[in-house]
């Protein structure tokens, strides 16, 4: 039982926090009458778990509005009012029934997070490059078997998840992402992680949890600036010595491998914190090794 609250905790924590309004410095309206009654200082609007199936006409007279959420509805497509909204920064459409974003997405060019995990979103338009603003980018829980190349140009991009869909591969302009700290590919069909991934320089955690990952690079000791790595779930049976070149890795997860061992370049790991190898076939004599040359971290067998 350990193991699985060890699990739903991390991810808890991986995951990137739901968007909320900010009530302490600007009004939050939840009626569309109020708002548009106040429209020349309305900001920010939450419609969240309102059951609506289509978003109301007047949403096209807020033009200062900066924050929409729209989570937890019953909307089927993304209706052009929303697009008109140039100066939106955030926009929640998380737990629809969306499936797939309109063109008309890129007019948003002011958006910093866009939140549309949890639909049933088959693929992403090409014109989301133009959103050359964008931070933080949520497309979790969807049916996605590939994402566009052009995503490689969203290069202020900090925050990408895109666990639980049906990806096996990345476009290689996906490298092309320098800012990027947060990468959840957890739940997908990955056999591989693609040499063009060590190029995320600035990466600080790498989820790739449930996967058909056999092996990792020789080189992903280059990921320097890695804090979190989660492999949990995969088919690892050993792991490359540039390991021990993570030196600000903190929390280490590689629960249900193959893993026999480690390599000892791994005990280098002085700012380790946490190291989960439950369901590994890892002997006692080994397990006793690991625990003396890594006392100061927490480690789960």
Known sequence: MKKYIITAALTATFLASAQNPDPLHQAVYNNIADAVANKQTATQLNFRDQGIFHVPEELGKLKKLVFL????????????????????????????????LPEGISNLKHLIRLDVSDNEIHSLPQDVMKLRNLRFLHLSYNNLTAVPYTLGNCQNLEALQLDNNQLSYL????????????????????????????NLAALTDLNLEYNHLKTLPDNIGVLTNLKTLIINNNKLKNLPESIGNLQELQLLSLSENELRS????????????????????????????????????????
């Open 171 to 198: 476009p290689d302009e996906f490298s092309q992402l320098k800012n990027l700290k947060t990468l959840d590919l957890g739940y997908n069909q990955f056999n591989e992680i693609q040499g063009e991934w060590l």
């Open 69 to 100: 959420n729209l989570m937890g509805n019953n909307l089927e497509y993304v209706e052009e009012d929303i697009f008109t909204l140039k100066k939106l920064e955030v926009l929640n459409l998380k737990l629809n029934a969306l499936k797939y």
């Open 262 to 301: 480690l390599p000892e370049s791994i005990f280098a790991l002085k700012k380790l914190k946490t190291l989960i190898l439950t369901g590994n076939p890892i002997s006692k004599k080994e397990q006793e090794k690991i625990k003396k040359y890594l006392p100061g971290c927490s480690i789960y067998f």
